[in-house]
């Protein structure tokens, strides 16, 4: 095949995956709906709805028994992982098209990323079960696989010499990878602030706010680690292609803004008066700021870092 | 956790006097609170220098920003708004930001310090409110054998009584004031060692060479403490740059695709041949050589009416785009009747367009093109004011060619020549070379960087991984009464009291010496 052919191959199967995130986002939100319109079940029916449910269950619970209540997350999650397998294709197939790791531009960043993020939500099933999370992650894969098809692809060219390096492997490959993790942990904050404002409707059937803190927290650890990772590995680089390590140049400054966010985030969960809710509106801020670098940045900011491929890079 | 508490109740009294409020001040500013708030201030800090360009990173920018909006001028200097990074403002919030850190790491250091050498703490009365709560069989006899259980999974022991108190991760905590030092030690060693170091740019047309000395270069910034002297002789020529170009896919024919600029290095006397590449600098004595930018350099002749060369060398054109449509400039302030300046454009592949200009289709040299408007008049350079090489102020000059003079622009190939307008003399364009742009960077930090980097991203891993717990198990009556209490962010905590609590009945098992070892995992609770 040439190169063309794989690439358009890989765009049918990026067109595959948004379909199928676009089911599994509406089987999430049938859960969300069942769950919110679940009525308290009376003390007698709670005898037959039967063992199946989670021991600290509340005692108003959902009327519908728990395999049903729970078959449109499980369909939800099935075909997320569909999904997920066909975006993993057309990714990879990204690359071998290009010969190159796929992550070389705006496209490519938006393709590797968001199999990152629905990967990280996959993934944490082996962990926990955060199926809850999975309108807004669908919700997310959806909607940035049609921004990044429509507004931001760009056919396969060869790279800039200044990618040339490993250090693009590493340097923006922990950068998705931290994305992923936050894209997850400020899921997580989200849903903490709305319990907090009103517990009620299908986030009654969440684990409580705290534990969704105390999630959010780790999951938001572990991205923090990688942001560290990220930003020294990019200084690295800079230092070998432009001669300093730090220049502070757009996208230099927005890493550091993105880790200097997720610092306050990490003590402010140390620090009494600033637990709960307002850490987690940093963990929303510091995503805010991950978007925000990815998209306004990379488009309008102008500076050394332009990759995004839309125009071409000298 | 280990916050400190700014509202302990120190600061509400009407009499502190001077000590009192000094101390006041040194609290708040040493709290987590106020660290919180520096560290976001810091962030938001940052942003504007993203938004406007900055003198470091891009002073063409600020050129232009501030020839846009002149009636702005006095608000970007007013508020260093081009030089964020060095401003009062932004230096004001790190160096507070760093003064709390200090203030917070050096009572941490010296508890930290105590409670590694003291024992680990006395066991509690009551296990039952701590967390993972739980009973397993057994009795005071059995202590010995549960310390080794402790021991081995990296806890430090003590007795009281008819207890055991231990206390493990205390590597989170040294992690963590490890890691706050090193960024300590980061901001001193890049502020105070990069001014000890220089860099400098030098435009190198190929055939060119220049020495490491201060009037070679083309700019040059020194770090405060840098000395003049200490400037190693080398000496740099460029023989050849070249740029390899896509020329298969047809999404991206002309895009470069390697720039290698070959060199000779003269040093202690030796010459050798080296390379300059995008992410592969040299290495020159004690500095670092890049390739940064690079362009056409056209080689232009100026003859006078008599024939007399009054000019003759290779002008850089900066390039203006991917396709290296470039843009020069030329002074002959002496040599002809009247002082002439030329300014124009230089294409790599030149094509005409219908309107009769031209642009350029390709960015290496097929068919190369030069275009130039005349003008005569004066130059201004005799004001005394420093000019730059690339612009040509023409406000007080006449255009002779091109544009609206009704002569046409001079266009020539190489090889051509063109009679200036007014019998001034001609014109030729004899070849045309690429240039390369060096930068010269001498830091001495980077050794120190690298290694305090590795301390740090390895103490942040210790300080964010490594769960720091207290154990307690206390011989009762009813049996082993066993319970954790968590020393900052530990989820795991209660997994960790049940596999303790799973462990000393299974070594129970083993031995047999427990009749009764498989009673039920929670026993009823007896509290003392
Ligand atoms: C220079 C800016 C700072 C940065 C980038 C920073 C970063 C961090 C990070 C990443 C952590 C979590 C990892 C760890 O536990 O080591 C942390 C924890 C901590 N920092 Fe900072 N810090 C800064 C300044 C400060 C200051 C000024 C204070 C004191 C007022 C402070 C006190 C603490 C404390 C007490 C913890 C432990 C929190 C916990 O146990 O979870 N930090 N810091």
Redesign the interface.
């Given at each position: 095949m040439t190169v063309a052919e794989l690439d358009s191959f890989s765009l049918l199967l990026v067109y595959s995956a948004m379909a199928v995130y676009t089911l599994a986002f509406v089987a999430f939100a049938a859960d969300i709906a069942r769950r919110s319109a679940a009525r308290p079940v009376p003390v007698e029916a709670r005898e037959l709805v039967g063992a199946g449910g989670p021991a600290e269950r509340p005692r108003h619970e959902t009327a519908a028994p728990a395999a049903v209540r729970h078959r449109a997350a499980r369909v939800g999650y099935a075909l997320t992982v569909i999904g997920w397998v066909l975006q993993l294709g057309a990714t990879v197939l990204r690359g071998v098209a290009a010969g190159r790791v796929p992550w070389a531009n705006m496209y490519e960043f938006a393709l590797t990323g968001i199999a990152v993020i629905v990967g990280v939500f996959v993934m944490s099933r082996l962990w926990r079960d955060l199926t809850f999370l999975g309108v807004f992650i669908t919700g997310i894969a959806t909607l940035f696989l049609g921004v990044a098809t429509v507004n931001v692809y760009v056919p396969v060219v060869p790279l800039a010499p200044a990618l040339q390096t490993p250090w693009l492997v590493i340097h923006v490959f922990v950068a998705t990878l931290a994305a992923g993790f936050f894209a997850l942990g400020s899921g997580l904050s989200l849903l903490q602030l709305l319990k907090e404002r009103r517990d009620g409707g299908f986030l009654r059937s969440l684990p409580t706010a705290a534990q969704m803190e105390d999630l959010a927290y780790r999951v938001g650890v572990i991205g923090f680690i990688f942001w560290t990772f990220t930003l020294i590995a990019g200084a690295i680089w800079a230092e070998s292609a432009w001669g300093r390590y730090w220049g502070w140049d757009t996208k230099e400054v927005w890493t550091f803004v993105i880790w200097v966010i997720y610092a306050g985030y990490i003590h402010a969960r140390a620090t009494r008066g600033w637990r709960g809710s307002r850490s987690a509106w940093l963990q929303l801020i510091g995503f805010g700021a991950i978007i925000f670098n990815y998209t306004v940045v990379n488009l309008y900011f102008t500076g050394l870092h332009a990759y995004s491929g839309l125009t071409t890079a000298t | 956790?280990e916050?400190a508490?700014p509202d302990d109740g120190s600061g509400g009294g009407p009499r502190l006097g001077v000590r009192g409020w000094a101390r006041f001040l040194w609290r708040q500013l040493t709290s987590?609170?106020t660290?919180?708030v520096l560290?976001?201030l810091?962030?938001v800090a940052?942003?504007p220098?993203?938004?406007i360009?900055?003198r470091?990173?891009?002073p063409n920018?600020v050129i232009a920003v501030r020839e846009e909006n002149p009636e702005l001028v006095w608000l970007y200097d007013a508020l260093s708004l081009h030089d964020?990074?060095s401003s009062p403002w932004f230096s004001a919030i790190y160096i507070l930001l760093f003064t709390s850190l200090v203030g917070c790491v050096i009572p941490r250091l010296a508890h930290h310090w105590r409670a590694m050498r003291a024992r680990p703490p006395r066991t509690p009365a009551r296990l039952s409110r701590l967390v993972g709560f739980q009973t397993v069989a057994g009795d005071a006899c059995d202590l010995d054998r549960v310390d080794r259980v402790l021991r081995r999974r990296g806890y430090r022991t003590t007795r009281y009584g008819e207890s055991i108190s231990a206390e493990r991760g205390y590597l989170r905590e040294t992690g963590n004031l490890l890691f706050h030092i090193s960024m300590l030690g980061l901001l001193l060693v890049?502020g105070l060692g990069s001014g000890f170091g220089y860099?400098g740019q030098r435009l190198l047309v190929e055939g060119r060479g220049f020495a490491n000395t201060l009037s070679s270069y083309d700019s040059f910034n020194r770090g405060q403490w840098f000395d003049d002297a200490a400037l190693k002789p080398f000496a740099v020529a460029l023989d050849d740059l070249e740029v390899v170009y896509?020329t298969e896919?047809p999404?991206?024919v002309?895009?470069?695709?390697?720039?290698t600029a070959r060199v000779t290095v003269t040093e202690d006397g030796a010459q050798r041949q080296a390379q300059i590449?995008?992410?592969?600098?040299l290495r020159v004595a004690d500095a670092?050589l890049?390739l940064?930018s690079n362009g056409y350099a056209p080689r232009i002749s100026v003859r006078d009416a008599s024939g007399q060369v009054v000019y003759d060398e290779y002008t850089p054109f900066l390039?203006q785009d991917?396709l290296y449509t470039s843009l020069g400039v030329m002074k002959l302030p002496d040599g002809l009747e009247q002082q002439v300046g030329l300014r124009g454009f230089f294409y790599p592949t030149g094509v005409q367009l219908e309107t009769g200009a031209y642009a350029s289709a390709y960015p290496d040299l097929a068919f190369p093109v030069l275009s130039l408007q005349a003008f005569t008049g004066d130059l201004g350079l005799d004001a005394g004011i420093p000019r730059s090489v690339y612009a040509l102020d023409t406000d007080a000059m006449t255009q002779i060619a091109g544009g609206d003079s009704g002569v046409d622009a001079l266009t020539l190939t190489p090889g051509q020549s063109a009679e200036i307008p007014g019998g001034l003399g001609t014109i030729t364009f004899e070849d045309v070379r690429r240039y390369g742009v060096i930068?010269v960077?001498v830091?001495h930090t980077?050794t120190a960087?690298f290694w305090i980097?590795v301390v740090l991203?390895l103490s942040?891993?210790a300080s964010?991984l490594i769960p720091r717990r207290r154990m307690w198990v206390k011989a009762t009556p009813g049996g082993l009464e066993i319970a954790g209490l968590a020393r900052?962010?530990d989820?795991t905590l209660e997994r960790a009291v049940g596999d303790l609590a799973e462990r000393i009945r299974h070594e129970a098992d083993g031995r047999g010496q427990e009749p009764m070892a498989d009673a039920p995992a929670r026993e009823s609770t007896i509290d003392a």
């Open positions: - | 956790m916050t508490q987590m609170r660290a919180i560290l976001l810091l962030a940052a942003i220098g993203s938004l360009p900055q470091s990173a891009d920018g964020v990074y890049i860099d896509e896919n999404n991206a002309g895009a470069p695709l390697d720039f590449k995008v992410n592969h600098p670092d890049y940064i390039a991917n930068e960077h830091d980077q960087v980097i991203v942040l891993l964010l900052g962010e989820p």
